[in-house]
T-cell receptor
Framework: GAVVSQHPSWVICKSGTSVKIECRSL??????MFWYRQFPKQSLMLMAT?????????EQGVEKDKFLINHASLTLSTLTVTSAHPEDSSFYIC??????????????FGPGTRLTVL | QKEVEQNSGPLSVPEGAIASLNCTYS??????FFWYRQYSGKSPELIMF??SNGDKEDGRFTAQLNKASQYVSLLIRDSQPSDSATYLC?????????????WGLGTSLAVNP
């Protein structure tokens, strides 16, 4: 399977600060990267879809000015949570889909980043 | 609104039994179906995928797809305590520029030793 990394794996920050989360595809070029958020005991919620070199497509209800996504290359996407508040505390997970993958439309997930806003 | 529905459980089975997980979806045009397993505090990992009607077997796992009835299921034979996790059903939505997985809420499985 593909290797996807996220950094940091966990972060604690004060309310009002901004936090950047990196997602890297380590062994292939990612056609598309996805950002999810998951609250405790709830399912995955897609936040946005990101294609290299183009603006991210945000899901309904997700504030694009608060959750800034940059997909600078075929192997790196970043999610910045701006002016974080305690309600933004969650598990943030990225996933990638690859060009020419063995399984059509398969998504490979990173290990996730646990954000806690005090 | 495209939807994927699963029974949240928890589904409890004894070790060695067959666990049966079910999922229904609303988009009749869906073509790709996935089962992911998620352990508590971890990210999802792919267990099975299926594109065609019928059964697909991989080790102890069997995925079953019935497009006419719009359901997809996952059977786990000889269940082990290590299978205890949440199982997420995902259906691929391909609508022009909107291409993404639609996720169910997951079924929690507990395999009791």
């Amino acid at each position: 399977g593909a290797v996807v990394s996220q950094h940091p794996s966990w972060v604690i920050c004060k309310s009002g600060t901004s936090v950047k989360i990196e997602c890297r595809s380590l062994d292939f070029q990612a056609t598309t990267m996805f950002w999810y958020r998951q609250f405790p005991k709830q399912s995955l919620m897609l936040m946005a879809t990101s294609n290299e070199g183009s603006k991210a497509t945000y899901e309904q209800g997700v504030e694009k000015d608060k959750f800034l996504i940059n997909h600078a290359s075929l192997t790196l996407s970043t999610l910045t949570v701006t002016s974080a508040h305690p309600e933004d505390s969650s598990f943030y997970i990225c996933s990638v889909s690859r060009r020419g993958g063995r399984i059509y439309n398969e998504q490979f997930f990173g290990p996730g980043t646990r954000l806690t806003v005090l | 609104q495209k939807e994927v529905e699963q029974n949240s459980g928890p589904l409890s089975v004894p070790e060695g039994a067959i666990a049966s997980l079910n999922c229904t979806y609303s988009d009749r045009g869906s073509q790709s179906f996935f089962w992911y397993r998620q352990y508590s505090g971890k990210s999802p990992e792919l267990i099975m995928f299926i594109y065609s009607n019928g059964d697909k077997e991989d080790g102890r796992f069997t995925a079953q797809l019935n497009k006419a009835s719009q359901y997809v299921s996952l059977l786990i034979r000889d269940s082990q305590p290590s299978d205890s996790a949440t199982y997420l059903c995902a259906v691929f939505l391909d609508a022009g520029n909107n291409r993404k997985l639609i996720w169910g809420l997951g079924t929690s499985l507990a395999v009791n030793p």
